[in-house]
């Protein structure tokens, strides 16, 4: 397995038995790591955003989880789990990775501390083990000189060690590749320009921040090689919900004639979604998009959009690449996880 | 001609005597009109975009001019007017509408401070009545119940009355059409966000803000009918520059079967410019796309790009509607003028 860089930033970190979360909300004025000493703190951080994205929100969880009972003494250590677990899950119920991960570590035969902290530790190697074999899958698709595009934050911050969609770049920097990433804002709530510009530029790669709605002109004048994003779901189908304008990106890749990769693990994909008619898209508050500067009119939020099958030249998962994505393929590759 | 409706923001005022500009700087937040007593008012005011938009900078310019020769005694009134002149010129240097404004009132037999007012009144008539035919022009696109897409500024703010984008708009909701307005934020300097959700709101249109990578999923959804935007400048095939962003749409609508509207007065077509790859891009600074919330990275903000004639629907100009642009029709249309 590839060692983890030290120059890519740490979502998590858990060293000498103390644990720590990379504070994203001051990102990225302020590299702040935020000790986290008591089950109140990581609640706190959960809820706040301190800490995002669902594989790292899990990670997260599961080591508080362990931690919070490791002074509890043995007669009463069970009960106590439950009613920590049952508070770390309240703290973002819609967060399917943080109750996985917390179901995980109740379900264990015994409930000694130190084998808490160590299935902690596997879920936490698990899910930089899924990053760096995406990585590897995608680096081929890094060719030198070339420039990437890529939206949002499907980074080491959303999820552990590499991320999904910047894993082959990160890996592809590490054997010496020369290659150029364009980082879009992503409005309304600046991931990209907070936490993907800041990763990747902090790992030492070469970074352009653009606005939203640059890489039209960019492809059209042959400066995008590659598009690759992450993805919140898969469809049975192979239709991938993202982060709103990723189905826009995806429709000028195939004007342009640029390949449009999505990176995933294979957890992501959820046959029992038929298509992506079938995926539900949250709508959010308004708030996020005026500021000062907007006129008080009504906003319509949307936080993804869904990228039919055809647009998509392949998945990059962690059970290899999946080039010409069609319904037989995908479940074939996935069912292997 | 179609009179100017009380509600549709007024960019600049003359009324009484008195000269007044809307100070845009302030939009959507506070609706000031900063009352201009002096050619260094009129200076400041351009200088610091507080009236912006090529048009509209003309126009004020004129009146400016005239105003401040109006109690120079007859002997000196030349000297002084082309000294004014040379410095409103030189208060935004690039904006050939101010130069070309300015030079028409120099021109003039008589400088008698009532005949450059005059000519300064007639300057801004031209401008409103081109707004309203190209409004009439393109009214019957906007039917009934009609989903409508623009972007960024070519409204009422950007040149008098109708503006030229939203023109078509205004008429068809004085006209007690029913239809729905989709602006987008256009960061970095949100024209969308701040002037036209404002101004169209304002005057009583159904608007809602999106964020600049949204118009893909509506348009995925069927909830955009048509599209419409301005321009900078149309080169002599029919490809046009506009503001950044305005390719993609264009791509978008493409795909997804959108008609796809460039709006503009006669004026701007430049049969000079052979296609669109000569028109030369500017390029603005990093401090408009980094805020507090963004990495210290390279940033590249280009102001436009050029959409290609084959991806334009048609031309809503002052000299009439040109579907199926191509440069014999371009060049008949606009050679009326």
Redesign the interface.
Known sequence: MIRFSERVPETIRFERGRLAFLDQRK???EVHYWQIDTLDDAIEAIRTLAVRGAPAIGIAAAYALALSVRDVPAERRTAVLHAHAERLKGSRPTAVNLAAAVDRLLAMQTHEPELLLAEAERLHAEDRSMCARIGQFGMPLIRPDANVLTHCNAGALAVSALGTATAPLYLAHRAGRKFHV???????L?QG??LT??EL?TAGI?????????????M?AGRIDLVIVGTDRVARNGDTANK??T???A??A???KVPFYVACPATTYDPDTPEGSSII?ETRGADE??????????????AF??TPVNLITGFITDQGLITAPDQDRLLRTFRRQ
């Open positions: 990102l990225p004025a364009w980082v879009d804002e992503t409005r309304p600046l320009a907070r510009a800041w530029a070469d970074v352009t921040l653009i606005c939203d709605h640059v890489p039209a002109s960019l059209a709103i304008g189905l826009g990106l429709v000028l195939q004007h342009f898209i998009v005026l500021g000062t500067q907007a006129a008080a009119v009504n906003v319509y939020n949307p959009d869904v």
